[in-house]
């Protein structure tokens, strides 16, 4: 079976592009060597994430994440285990979306493609359709303090 859960933080302080690209390659070459995918979205302040493997090596992977000093009020949203993955090919794909560091035109532009990856994306189970569904809601209520 494969584990998945999927979780919501806040950023302790803003993070730069290269804190944000090791952040990645690091997630990467783990998640490769554990046989982990899933999905990260970075959304002004925010991250949600999805996770899905082994329970066992996502379980422990949780763990560290909850443990990790560049964000807080972690909470897991939703958890379940299914037959198959709804990320296979993504190691752990990313989506940044900041209004701070993009111009406006360019940040509409990004919240209409993820918009649309989230309408076009078939979840594959529970778990996964609460991850999209976060995200849409999150895109069309943005947070009042951004
Ligand atoms: C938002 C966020 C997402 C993360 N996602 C992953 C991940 O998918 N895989 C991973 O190995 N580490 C991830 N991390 C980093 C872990 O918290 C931890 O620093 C890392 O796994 C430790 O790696 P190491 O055991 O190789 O030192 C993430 C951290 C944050 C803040």
């Known amino acids: 079976m494969i584990y998945t859960l ?3 933080s806040e950023i302790v302080k803003p993070m730069s592009e290269h ?5 990645l390659e690091q997630s990467r070459k783990n998640n490769k060597r554990d046989n982990i995918t899933g999905c990260l979205i970075y959304y002004m302040g925010g991250f ?8 066992e090596k996502v379980s422990a992977l949780y763990k560290k ?9 972690i909470h897991m949203f939703s958890e379940d285990a299914n037959v198959e993955r709804s990320f296979p090919n993504w190691g752990m794909a990313y989506y940044p979306i900041d209004a701070n560091t993009t111009n406006k035109s360019e940040f509409e532009q990004f919240k209409r ?4 990856l989230a309408d076009l994306t078939e979840p594959k189970h529970l778990t ?13 209520n943005p947070p009042k303090d951004f």
């Open 65 to 73: 994440i909850k443990m990790d000093g560049r964000h807080k009020n």
């Open 48 to 55: 949600i994430q999805v996770l899905e493997g082994d329970r």
């Open 113 to 116: 493609n993820l918009l649309l």
């Open 19 to 23: 804190e944000m690209g090791n952040l």
């Open 128 to 140: 996964a359709k609460l991850f999209w569904d976060r995200i849409k809601f999150l895109i069309t």
């Open 6 to 8: 999927t979780y919501e």
